[in-house]
């Protein structure tokens, strides 16, 4: 049976990444039916809360694979064990190329400082802990009814985005008081200023100020919604609090994608190059599969409008190793995410071989643009600030509660969607209870508030 | 039920995921709430169509998938992208994601792709919630003295039509004869049993509803679909408890003509408005075809209101005798736009009726959402007055 010979090459593989100076923890490997794996990446978690905005994901998976788009060959989810999900369609050659490219993640996942920090924060069971909030929500489901819950994660998963990875996943709440003010030079004019209005003087220094909410304009919405909604159920503010957490570990695997699956691809294409245990067959299967996997963005056509990060990131990879050598190549690994790896290592020289060209859509045509190594790096960059969302912050919070929103345009270049915008607005005021307002721009730049209700 | 979706983990061993589809769960999820959606705007999603008479006992209504939101920002009219291939500078190519010839931009599906679902709806359902959600009461009919005679299962015999065989009766005889010591466990005819039917006289619950259409000049298309939407519900709600109804459908301007269904909506007129005429030509056809007496009759009148002043005393004398027999007159002021409360010359004239005591009612609709008011209106209006018919 093949899964006994892919048990003994894992075990073959998993030697021979430890001897090339691969770091991973334990990877525990099942394998599962593809209706499974569609889950994984619709989730991305295995088991994750219900929410019917899930569901229509679920929808255009099924349509997309149905017409045989995409194929999903494993699913990683880091942590110590890791946990890899493999398609239980998966031929041995795909397992043995599938297995090598989980190891790269292993690697990348424990040794990258941002996945460290991330996993610090919201420890390395993220698996188990999205369990855990998908049964709290079960259970508040049975006690408050699913319109209720659903109202929260409606709010909740809506801003999934809107957090601030700087910050702690148990981060206090303001201070309540501002500092007090500094204590002035015990001069002789201070002493004989004190003297004419004693009161006043020693008024000043025990009077405690109340701090502004918030005392800065606050790009963490879930965490601010969490600790200063009004009439906030406790419940509620745990799955405000269970969906930042996810987002925490989401938010590496979402900066560090073309490194990741670029990592991963440059591992699996050399450990199967060394793996000299594993027969001929099964190499040249391997390496089809490989060269599937890590295709170019305009393999079958001559012009791609879009980028294949597996390509991408192995190409550049093997650039680093080339030029700069292994050890190099191992501290970028722990170093960078995608801003700094594609600024610092997409050379122009490695853009022209690959073909990479900017352009701009307008009308339903599409001009090339003039060559740019550094407009090109920051296109392919632009969708990854923020999250991928756009810089919403809270301004302030008004004496009869109304939470006041603003969008910073400037940084993103242009007004929010206003019916999308709306309707979020709407979700939050379910929750907040009092008036939201969100100021942005409209199509002509003016400035424009929207509200709700 | 989804409860232990969060109580495993992958970990434990189980294979809950071969039992147990997450991705079904919230897509059921998602159908529930378009439905839900949908319900809400029935009235407008069904205004089309030929439906009073008979036809399709369904309706299908294209949604949209329903989208999540998030802030986004808005679409831009160009946008910069990253590709790779064989291009220069300067280069250029037709956008495959948006093709020059599609003008108008719809909000949503813009990277997924458009997906629309076509859902289909029992009308009976849709009654059914309807009568549900409104707290709607049920009519009281009034039967006459004659009665109608009906068919019904009663009994079974061991000869039959063959199309009548009851085969759980049969096999239970089969098992009873299996019982007995030495018995043959295979069929024979001594254990056929056939279902047998027996004529049974009942009382004649008939109901004849008149639709009266204004369809004079200052009617606009809007107006009559609003009158059409809320004909089909209103037929709908009577059907619930008449089991044969019948239609008919008067159209009239300064005079009056009887129409098929398929007619009646086409119908347009022009010049003034005589209500009267409409009133006298239902009330001839009335006795000409029906018996007053015995059935239920209902009249609903949709209208904009501009009857003509000459013709009040007539109009309220030919609709106070309507009143008299019918079990309820509706009105409906169609005016798509505007909210007149019915301050109209046909509004006030049912107004005074109904201040009289008789059994009218009226309603203003002015949007496709004040067919559910009227309606309810109507059906909890009439209610009192049944109780002391009944």
């Known amino acids: 049976m093949s899964a006994m010979e892919w048990r003994d090459y894992t075990a073959r593989i998993e030697q021979l990444a430890r001897e090339s100076g691969l770091r991973f923890h334990p990877v525990e490997f099942e394998a599962v039916p593809d209706s499974f794996m569609m889950e994984l990446a619709v989730y991305g978690l295995p088991v994750r809360m219900p929410h019917w905005s899930f569901g229509v994901r679920y929808i255009y998976q099924l349509i997309q694979r149905h017409m045989g788009h995409s194929r999903l060959f494993e699913v990683v989810f880091p942590g110590n064990p890791g946990h890899a999900y493999l398609a239980a369609g998966n031929g041995l050659a795909e397992n043995v190329l599938v297995t090598a490219h989980v190891l790269g993640h292993a690697d990348f996942s424990r040794n990258n400082l941002l996945f460290q920090r991330c996993q610090g924060q919201v420890s390395e069971r993220i698996v188990e802990h999205a369990a855990q909030h998908a049964r709290q929500i079960q259970q508040a489901i049975d006690t408050h009814g699913l319109e209720r819950v659903e109202a929260v994660l409606d709010a909740a998963l809506a801003l999934e985005q809107h ?39 020693r008024a000043g220094t025990t009077d405690r100020r109340r701090a502004p909410v918030p005392p800065h304009p606050e790009r963490d919405l879930l965490w601010f919604v969490a600790q200063y909604a009004p009439e906030l159920e406790s419940w509620e503010r745990d799955i405000f609090l269970a969906v930042r957490e996810e987002s925490f570990y989401f938010y590496p695997v979402f900066a560090t994608q073309i490194m990741n699956e670029g990592w991963a691809s440059y591992w699996h294409a050399r450990l199967l190059r060394e793996a000299d245990f594993i027969p001929q067959q099964a ?34 990879w093997e650039r680093i190793v080339a030029a700069e050598g292994l050890e190099a190549a191992f501290a970028i690994r722990a170093e960078d995410d995608d801003f700094a790896f594609i600024r610092n290592h997409l050379t122009r020289e490695l853009a022209a071989e690959l073909g990479l060209f900017r352009y701009r859509a307008r009308d339903g045509r599409i001009r090339v643009l003039e060559e740019d190594v550094n407009a090109l790096r920051e296109a392919i960059l632009a969708p990854k600030y923020n999250f991928g969302a756009p810089a919403v912050l809270v301004e302030k919070v008004q004496v009869d509660g109304t939470l006041e929103l603003s969008h910073d345009h400037a940084a993103d270049g242009r007004g929010l969607d206003l019916e999308r915008g709306r309707k979020v607005l709407e979700y939050l005021h379910r929750i907040w209870r009092r008036p939201v307002r969100l100021r942005t721009i409209d199509a002509e730049g003016r400035a424009l508030e929207i509200s709700a209700p | 039920m989804g409860g232990d979706s969060g109580s495993q983990t992958p970990t434990d061993g189980g294979k809950w995921y071969e039992l147990f589809s997450r991705g079904a769960r919230d897509w059921l999820r998602h159908d529930e709430k378009v439905r839900e959606a949908v319900r809400r705007h029935l009235p407008q999603a069904v205004a089309g169509g030929e439906l009073i008479s008979g036809g399709a006992r369904t309706v299908r209504v294209p949604v949209r998938m329903l989208e999540h939101y998030r802030f986004r920002l808005r679409s831009a009219e160009e946008r910069q992208g990253v590709g790779q291939g064989q291009a220069k500078p300067g280069d250029l190519f037709d956008d495959p994601a948006r093709p020059r010839s599609a003008g108008g931009k719809g909000p949503g599906g813009e990277d997924e792709g458009e997906v629309q679902l076509l859902l289909e ?21 009034r039967s006459g003295p004659s009665e109608e005679q009906e068919w019904t299962r009663q009994g079974w015999d061991r000869r039959g039509a063959r199309s009548r065989l009851d085969r759980r009766r049969s096999f239970k005889e089969l098992v009873k004869r299996r019982g007995a010591p030495g018995a043959v466990p295979t069929f024979t005819d001594e254990d056929l049993r056939f279902r047998q039917l027996a004529l049974r006289r009942r009382p004649a619950v008939r109901a004849v509803v008149f639709f009266l259409l204004d369809v004079s000049g200052s009617m606009s298309e809007r107006d009559r679909q609003l009158a059409k939407s809320f004909f089909f519900w209103t037929v709908q709600g009577l059907r619930r408890e008449y089991r044969t109804l019948e239609t008919v459908f008067v ?13 009646f909506f086409q119908v347009s007129g022009t010049g003034g408005t005589v209500a009267s005429s409409g009133l006298r030509k239902v009330s001839e056809i009335l006795h000409e075809r029906f018996d007053a007496q015995s059935s239920n009759v209902y009249l609903f009148y949709a209208s904009d209101g501009d009857n003509a002043v000459a013709d009040t005393d007539e109009a309220r004398a030919a609709l106070a005798a309507l009143a008299g027999e019918a079990c309820f007159c509706g009105y409906v002021e169609v005016a ?55």
């Not at chain 1, 201070?175 to 006043?200: C, G, I």
């Not at chain 1, 599969?289 to 990060?309: F, I, M, T, Y």
């Open chain 2, 121 to 141: 709806f029992k009308i009976d359902d849709i009654v059914e919630w309807l009568w549900e959600e409104m707290r709607l009461p049920n009519l009281t009919p």
């Open chain 1, 163 to 201: 957090i601030d990875i700087d910050q702690s996943v148990r981060r206090p709440r303001y201070p309540q008081y501002t500092e007090p003010p500094k204590t002035l030079a015990d001069d002789a004019f201070r002493r004989r200023f004190a003297a004419l209005e004693p009161a006043s003087a």
């Open chain 1, 283 to 316: 190499y040249l299967d391997a390496i089809k599969c490989h060269s599937d996997v890590v295709r170019p963005g305009a393999a079958d056509q001559q012009v791609a409008l879009g980028l294949n990060p597996y390509h991408l990131g192995f190409a550049i």
């Open chain 2, 336 to 390: 798509a736009g505007l909210s007149r409360h019915l301050d109209t010359e046909t509004g006030r004239l049912f107004a005074d009726l109904s201040t009289d005591g008789a059994n009218v009612g009226s309603c203003g609709l002015a949007d496709f959402d004040d067919v559910w008011s009227a309606i309810r209106q109507f059906f909890t209006a009439q209610d009192p007055a049944r109780a002391e018919g009944g």
């Open chain 2, 251 to 263: 159209a009239h301007t300064t005079q009056a003509w009887e129409f098929t269904e398929a007619e």
